[in-house]
Every structure is written in structure tokens, then in C-alpha cells.
């Protein structure tokens, strides 16, 4: 039997929110709050299933909307304020990229790690198949 992970876009709106829904609907314990950790997550082994599921996002272009330029924004000004000096110049350059509308949000970043997790990406033998609803 498929196991279907499915999250709904138009309940939440931040990245922070994201991890918080999607840790609640895939039953997953408690893992951090960062891309590095969500990574980890898709491996199996937090919750989520070890042997692959669907991860089914309903009323993704609500969130392709709400974890856009602005949110990828704000993401990107919080980074610049921890980060390491040496990270300093690629953090401000990608902040400017959001703020003049170009180069990857918040949105591409999460589904680049999905799919790094399903068929064709690095670590395909997770078999996390994406459904975008």
C-alpha cells in the first residue's frame, strides 16, 4: 500500500509554517526547522515512512504565490543576519535577486529537495514521488 503524505498550500503561508504542517500531516517527529532538516526528513526515519511515500500538495500555486520573492525575502534577510561572514556576499547577492524578483524562491527550494528525493534525483531510493495538486 502507497503511503500519501498530502499537505495543503492554502494553510500555510512562511517556510516556518510549511515545516509545522508538513511535520503535522506526515506524523513526523520533531525535527528542526530548517531545509537541512527537511532533507533529513525525506530519508525516512523522523516519522515519515521509511519505504517512500507520495507527498501530495494540494493548492500548491497558493503557495508557489505565498512562498515567493517576498517570502524568499524574508528568509534571505533572517540568513544574512546569522550567517558567517564568509557566507556574507552569496546571502546578500540572493537577497537582492528576491528583492528585484529574480532567481529562486522559497517555493523552488523546497520542491529542488523533493525531487531530489524521487525519481531522476540524487537520492531517488528514498522514493518521495511529488504529486502537485
Not at 499537505?7 to 526547522?33: K, M, R, V, Y
Not at 564568509?86 to 547577492?93: A, K, L
Request: aromatic share 10%; hydrophobic share 40%.
Amino acid at each position: 500500500m502507497v503511503v500519501v503524505v498530502q499537505i495543503d498550500g492554502a494553510l500555510f503561508g512562511t517556510l516556518e509554517e510549511f515545516f509545522a504542517h508538513f511535520g503535522e500531516q506526515a506524523g513526523s517527529t520533531p525535527w528542526g526547522t530548517n531545509l537541512d532538516a527537511f532533507n533529513d526528513v525525506l530519508r525516512g526515519g523522523f516519522g515519515t515512512p521509511d519505504g517512500g511515500f507520495v507527498l501530495r500538495w494540494k493548492n500548491h500555486a497558493v503557495s508557489q504565490e505565498r512562498l515567493g520573492y517576498e517570502e524568499t525575502a524574508r528568509v534571505l534577510e533572517r540568513r544574512l543576519a546569522s550567517c558567517h561572514l564568509s557566507n556574507r556576499p552569496q546571502v546578500e547577492q540572493e537577497l537582492a535577486s528576491a528583492r528585484d524578483r529574480e532567481g529562486t524562491t522559497v517555493f523552488d527550494w523546497l520542491l529542488e529537495i523533493i525531487r531530489e528525493h524521487g525519481p531522476g534525483g540524487r537520492e531517488a531510493e528514498d522514493l518521495v514521488m511529488l504529486e502537485l495538486a
